[in-house]
């Protein structure tokens, strides 16, 4: 591993995983956002053999492995090549991430512009590592709210679209190929008009090329997968967007799923699963009003080295009975949400602190509390609030 793998504050892959509090971080970009049952059950093992056997699916649709130790991420990533998970060629990993509506069928615009886009990814310049692009040309746009920089969608007319993200209006294209020509393009101006310095698309202020002009809306936003059956199979949520391999093996087994669509919701589309084989599967959710769909708690004690309490079973215990939103972090490094919590529970020295609005590194109103009291406290601040 080179000393850049070390670095922080750039999005980790395989090539370049991340030293966290429990070890590296090893993402895998599921090809297609898509995983063959082969590939996933492969996965998990590569996630027990490997690392802690916790396996997370990120806000961009990744699944990342926990807890893998340096000695062991040769070999890991041996397996992983082996078995078609990591392209082979590092620079591969450098080329921005595509995330595809998860719904897509074969030979549908998504998945075309997916097939003629990779080929093109070469030729784009390098971008800044955290740039991606969004692909979610059905009839109804899914992906507006993830993370990306360009988009493929349609206009609520059906005309096909490309949208720089931040952008009310995108720049209608008469097919999926000048779609793709067009994304290739704007990659080339981004980079030409000093997009390097901004980093991200939103934040780019330069006016858009005299080729791309701003003319119409993309369609209103559909809802994203809503958990149970659906159309190509099921769908199931990820408490606290993290899953084990164990619970993963057995949800593939028992339903003899033949494959799984990720996306960046905490929700996972097993294929070809029917009616009764989705109506419950164990550490999985099924419930849309589960409020481990929403709340945030990293991996905490026996997982992370950092920690010294226990986070997941807490947060099990917290959710539901908490309004608004939660963070429970095993320490002051805020791993799972970098963002203020209304309520934030911060571990240390075995014990929580309780911050208001704020981040598991900001100033707490109570500290020292054990779950006991935290509970009571909790209790009492609901209270209050009647
Ligand atoms: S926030 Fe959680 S995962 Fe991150 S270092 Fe602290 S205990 Fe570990």
């Known amino acids: ?21 429990d070890g590296l971080l090893v993402r895998v970009r599921p090809p297609l956002g898509r995983l063959s049952r082969a590939q996933l059950l492969a996965l ?13 699916l990120t806000s961009r649709a990744n699944l990342q492995l926990r807890g893998v130790s340096e000695a062991g991420w040769p ?9 078609a998970l990591v392209d082979p060629d590092p620079e591969v990993e450098r080329q921005p991430q595509l995330l595809l509506a998860p719904d897509w069928h074969v030979g549908d615009a998504t998945h075309e512009a997916a ?31 993830a993370s990306a920089d360009f988009r493929l969608e349609q206009s609520a007319s059906g005309a096909l679209l490309v949208r720089a993200d931040g952008r009310a209006l995108g720049t209608p294209v008469d097919s999926v190929a000048a779609g793709v020509e067009h994304l290739v393009r704007l990659a080339h101006w981004f980079i030409e008009s000093g997009g390097r310095e901004s ?8 006016p858009m090329p005299g080729w791309a002009p701003a003319l119409m809306p993309p369609a209103q936003a559909d809802d994203r997968l809503t958990l149970g059956t659906h159309p190509q199979g099921a769908v199931f949520g ?79 215990r917290l959710a539901g009975r908490v309004e608004g939103s939660v963070h429970v972090s095993g320490c002051a490094k805020g791993c799972a949400y970098q963002k ?18 704020g981040r598991a590194d900001d100033t707490p109103i109570a500290t020292g509390l054990t779950e006991t009291e935290l509970e009571d406290y909790l209790e009492n601040l609901n209270a209050s609030r009647l």
């Open 75 to 83: 070999e890991l990533m041996a397996f992983l090549v082996e078995q």
């Open 115 to 145: 097939h003629l886009l990779l080929a093109r990814l070469a030729e784009m310049p390098p971008l800044p590592a955290k740039m991606g692009i969004v692909l979610d040309a059905g009839p109804l746009p899914v992906l507006g709210e």
């Open 238 to 316: 990820l408490p606290f967007g993290r899953t084990t391999a164990s619970v993963l093996r057995a949800a593939f087994e028992s339903t003899m799923a033949t494959a799984v669509r990720v996306t960046p919701w905490r929700r996972l589309l097993l294929e070809n699963v029917g009616q009764a084989a989705a109506a419950s599967i164990e550490g999985l959710l099924n419930d849309e009003s589960d409020a481990r769909l929403s709340m945030q708690a990293c991996p905490g004690a026996p997982y992370c080295d950092q920690a010294s309490v226990e986070t997941l079973g807490l947060a099990e």
């Open 199 to 206: 980093g991200r698309m939103r934040r780019h202020r330069a």
């Open 44 to 56: 998990c093992d590569a996630s027990e053999a490997f690392g802690s056997g916790l396996i997370e």
């Open 340 to 357: 203020p919590a209304e309520l934030c529970l911060t571990g240390r020295a075995g014990r929580f602190d309780l911050i208001l609005g």
């Open 1 to 21: 591993m080179t000393s850049e793998a070390r670095i922080k504050g750039w999005c980790p892959g395989a090539w370049r995983p991340m030293a966290t509090g």
